[in-house]
């Protein structure tokens, strides 16, 4: 539609301009006929009348009607457990039967695609080539990733085709959805004759020449009222053997395995179900324990100046952990003994003011041992800052500051999850000196201090020291109210308090001849399906971190079978992804070259397998029905798939019709220039050729 800004009462006007024009250009004697005379006149008529009307800032009004036919997301549970547990004729009968599905809505005008577990929305899934190969199964992550993947458009519902089985994320029947649910039940509801490990427990550390325990749980269906051998076997060694009643009434059993733990290292241990006839499956008769064997528990001398909370909450701290010694030490309470061993010192308020527990001190430096300094009220601040811990602290008389703890992000020597996080935030401020600090060359901030809503740069919790005695220091001793207020909040488990104290005693003991590379694993050990990633840290010879180096690193897997690697570390921390890994245990050896000497690092990784799939074989039918239930359908089974098409489409989900409306300014519109400049062009080439200008 075309319009003006302006009135249309002028376009008279503009006629009206184009006419007078015209006629005063062409009422006088032409040399040319009368009829070429009205000719020109009525060029420069049009012409003018519409440069006159292009000043009414006329445009053209278009609208475009987009119509989006209803999508149906057919959300194809392809998980491994789908394949081994569904019938095969079942299995086919639903495949087939959400092909004809998608092909009958099709043909009604709806768009139908396709996603699973293992599809992106780069690489959405295909019908015809769909394999039933993931290992996990995310069931929350299939459905809300197709919320929010088709939000704003016209969904008109998912069809579900699963067995119930996650094993993955949170359950879905505590997220929300808007559209509805069709859920298709595949797997197989009746119980399969099976002997399963269904878990497995141990301590991930031991200690060389100790015993400690393996305990396994094992589920069965159809052996009830029989018995069954459970190994316990290293490689191809079995070194016990059991055989377990498995009794009627009931579906769980258990049984305990001791061993002597070895030599210092890594083990691996198997513990396995010995299949018996007619079981349906044995990919989940066996589950791997991989157990770090250490010398022996590391013994922590905590002394303080005197009785005080913080000593309590350190004590239940450090004893909550099997792997740790605890000495107590307090002047004129209880002296510290001139044979007692220790391998890491908790020093609260010492060096303390008047020389109290300077005796105490005095052995932990006489000894090189590592030591975590806390500063308190009765701290004698300048004998602190002569320790060589990293840290100077310049205090401002008797004046303090009350914060909170809050992670520095770039601390790389142990993470901080986002629960710990969490919950540092929560705890009660607790007092540090109010003053200036200083670290000093090597020294890193693991903690920084929030001061209300403010977070500072000012360190908490530092670690430092020279290398050959690794120091920290945690510049309050109210963090007895963090542990105490974390219980109460958290049923009695101040989990991330007690992680705190033990990373900081394992990270002052260990390597306590600190290496310039330094490469790690990023976890205790990694799934068949994680990707495996390692950090790294390299130092000059000062100790002084250094970023963008160059790292070669062979990773050496059970059978001797090498595989290269180049990389750097970047100053961002992002690690090497060594992609996912068969299971086992991999040794690794690094080499660098930093400030042209030759460094090198060794150390292991671990690869467990994890059968999740395997682990459950009846389909769970009532999660479906429940997710069809809330969102307004039903459950239908793979012979039902035709129901399903008629129900959709007597559902009778309706096209969305958009309109977009367009302005477009016609003087914008090249075509008028040349078309206004092509009569003009031929007003002026027929009046020079008649014998006038």
Known sequence: MLTTQYSAWFIPLCLLVGAGYAGLQYSAKAPWSKQLNFALAALRFAVVSFLCYLLLAPFIQTTTTHTEQPTVVLAVDNSQSVELFTPKPVLSQATAGLARLAETLRSRGFTVETRSLTSTAARPARLDSLRFAAATTDLDQLLTGTRDAYDGRNL???????????????????????????????GD????????????????????????????????????????????????????????????????????????????????????????????????????????????????????????????ALRAAILANDNFDLTLALPGVAPLKA??????????????????????????????????????????????????????????????????PRPNPGFARFATDEESARRFAQYPPAPVPFGDYRLGPGAEAALWQQVGRVATQKPLLVFGGPQERRQATLLTDGSWQWRLSEAVEHDDKPEAYDRLIIRTLQLLTQNANKKRLDVYPTQDAFGTQDDVTLGAETYNAVFERLYNQKIDLVLTDARQQTRRFSFTNAEDGSPLHLGPLPEGLYKYQARATLGGQAQQDAGELLVQAQPLEALESKADNNLLAQLSRRSGSRLYYPAQLDQLAQDILKANYRPVITAEEDLKDLINLKWIFFLILAFLTVEWAVRKYSGSV
Do not use: C, M, W
């Open 156 to 186: 008109a519902g998912v069809v579900l085709a699963s067995d119930g089985l996650a094993n993955q994320g949170r359950s879905p029947a505590y997220s929300e959805f808007s559209f509805p649910i069709y859920s298709v039940a595949l």
């Open 189 to 312: 509801t009746v119980p399969k004759k099976d002997l399963r490990l269904t878990d497995l427990t141990y301590n991930r550390v031991a200690f060389s020449g100790n015993k400690f325990p393996i305990e396994a749980e094992l589920g069965f269906e159809g052996y009830a009222g029989g018995a069954a051998t459970v190994e316990l076997r290293e490689g191809n060694r079995v070194l016990e053997s059991r055989r377990v009643a498995l009794p009627a009434g009931r579906r769980r059993a258990r049984v305990a395995f001791q061993l002597t733990a070895p030599a210092p290292g890594k083990r691996r241990y198997e513990v396995r179900v010995v299949p018996q006839p007619g079981e349906f499956t044995a990919l989940n008769n066996a589950r791997t324990a991989f157990v770090e064997i250490v010398k022996g528990k590391l013994r922590v001398l905590l002394a303080g100046a005197a009785p005080h909370p913080d000593l309590k």
């Open 339 to 404: 044979d007692t061993d220790f391998d890491v010192a908790i020093l609260h308020q010492l060096p303390a003011q008047g020389g109290l527990g300077n005796e105490i001190l005095a052995q932990v430096k006489a000894r090189r041992t590592p030591a975590l300094y806390i500063i308190g009220a009765q701290s004698d601040l300048g004998s602190y800052n002569q320790q060589g811990a990293g840290l100077t602290i310049q205090a401002r008389g008797a004046q303090t500051d009350e914060v909170t």
